[in-house]
């Protein structure tokens, strides 16, 4: 009987989440012949419409606005060649304070345990080694992000399958680099307000995985979500220097069952 190969679970918040902090695993890992699952746990119906318009203004239809950034999702899993992408399809519950919070079927209002069954199901199905996520502040206070951590760690819980489980995180001092090349080419790259310093110091991040050779694929993968070009500004850099900034993604591994010191290279140490 053939070895059952590695599996990696990433869960996102929404279309377009999978492609920043995680774009370059997914791509690196499928090509190095591992299953990989992207469960993506809302609609985006907050995002964007046609020509940039918000929820609640004219022309913002959030129904086509689903169906677009589905669209949208599908051409970025095929760029990375996701292996299986499921989709939870709670609705978007906005930034934090929006009216959206509170809507009938908005992910944030979601009781935890109702929807940690359902992602515990697909765990079950999928039994992945490794899950990635967000940290505890869903990395910058959005609600869906939070709520997708709180998720993710009781369903692990509650299955306790996945040998390793890891949190998204960003180096300080790749935010003060980004920060220096967006101000050269004009974009403004402010911190939410009211939210604690993004990013950790560097020496708190266990895991460094270099992706810069499939920085190709994970530029076209942003792409896809063209609808969403605001909130995509890194595309602005151009390939090559978005490969140079984006090319090493960073974790913090908060569950680990092989003894793989840190830090480590590979979200797989231990494991092959």
Same mark, same amino acid.
């Given at each position: +009987?053939?070895?059952? !190969?590695?599996?990696? +679970?990433?869960?996102?918040?929404?279309?377009?989440?999978?492609?920043?902090?995680?774009? /370059?695993?997914?791509?690196?890992?499928?090509?190095?012949?591992?299953?990989?699952?992207?469960?993506?746990?809302?609609?985006?119906?907050?995002?964007?419409?046609?020509?940039g318009?918000?929820?609640?203004?004219? /022309?913002?239809?959030?129904?086509?606005?689903?169906?677009?950034? $589905?669209a949208?999702?599908?051409?970025?899993?095929?760029a990375?060649?996701?292996?299986?992408?499921?989709?939870?399809?709670?609705?978007d519950?906005?930034?934090?304070?929006?009216?959206?919070?509170d809507?009938?079927?908005?992910?944030w209002?979601?009781?935890?345990?109702?929807?940690?069954?359902?992602?515990? =199901?697909?765990?079950?199905?999928?039994? !992945?080694?490794?899950?990635v996520?967000?940290?505890?502040?869903?990395?910058?206070?959005?609600?869906?992000?939070?709520?997708?951590?709180?998720?993710? +760690?009781?369903?692990?819980? $509650?299955?306790?399958?996945?040998?390793?489980?890891?949190?998204?995180?960003?180096p300080r001092?790749?935010?003060?680099?980004?920060?220096?090349?967006?101000?050269?080419?004009?974009?403004e790259?402010?911190?939410?307000?009211?939210?604690?310093?993004?990013?950790?110091?560097?020496? =708190?991040i266990t895991?460094?995985?270099?992706?810069?050779?499939?920085?190709?694929?994970?530029?076209?993968?942003?792409?896809?979500?063209?609808?969403?070009?605001?909130?995509?500004?890194?595309?602005?850099?151009?390939?090559e220097?978005?490969? =140079?900034?984006?090319?090493?993604?960073?974790f913090?591994?908060v569950?680990?069952?092989? /003894?793989a010191?840190? !830090?480590?290279?590979?979200?797989f140490?231990?494991?092959?």
């Amino acid at each position: +009987m053939a070895e059952r !190969p590695l599996t990696l +679970m990433a869960v996102h918040a929404h279309p377009d989440d999978e492609a920043t902090s995680t774009g /370059g695993i997914l791509a690196r890992y499928a090509a190095e012949g591992v299953t990989t699952v992207l469960v993506t746990c809302t609609d985006g119906r907050c995002g964007d419409g046609p020509g940039g318009t918000k929820p609640g203004e004219p /022309g913002h239809d959030p129904g086509a606005v689903v169906a677009m950034r $589905q669209a949208e999702l599908a051409a970025s899993c095929a760029a990375l060649k996701v292996t299986h992408l499921e989709t939870l399809g709670y609705a978007d519950s906005g930034m934090m304070g929006w009216s959206a919070n509170d809507a009938p079927g908005a992910f944030w209002t979601t009781p935890v345990a109702a929807a940690a069954d359902r992602l515990a =199901e697909l765990i079950r199905r999928y039994r !992945p080694d490794v899950v990635v996520t967000y940290d505890e502040n869903g990395f910058y206070g959005h609600p869906d992000h939070i709520q997708a951590h709180r998720v993710t +760690m009781a369903a692990v819980e $509650q299955t306790g399958i996945p040998a390793k489980v890891y949190w998204t995180t960003v180096p300080r001092s790749a935010f003060q680099q980004f920060g220096r090349v967006m101000k050269e080419i004009g974009v403004e790259f402010p911190e939410p307000d009211g939210q604690p310093e993004l990013g950790l110091p560097d020496d =708190e991040i266990t895991t460094w995985v270099d992706t810069s050779a499939y920085g190709g694929q994970k530029f076209e993968s942003l792409a896809a979500h063209a609808s969403q070009a605001e909130n995509i500004f890194f595309l602005q850099l151009g390939e090559e220097r978005f490969t =140079e900034l984006m090319g090493m993604e960073t974790f913090v591994r908060v569950r680990d069952t092989t /003894g793989a010191p840190t !830090p480590e290279d590979d979200l797989f140490a231990g494991l092959r």
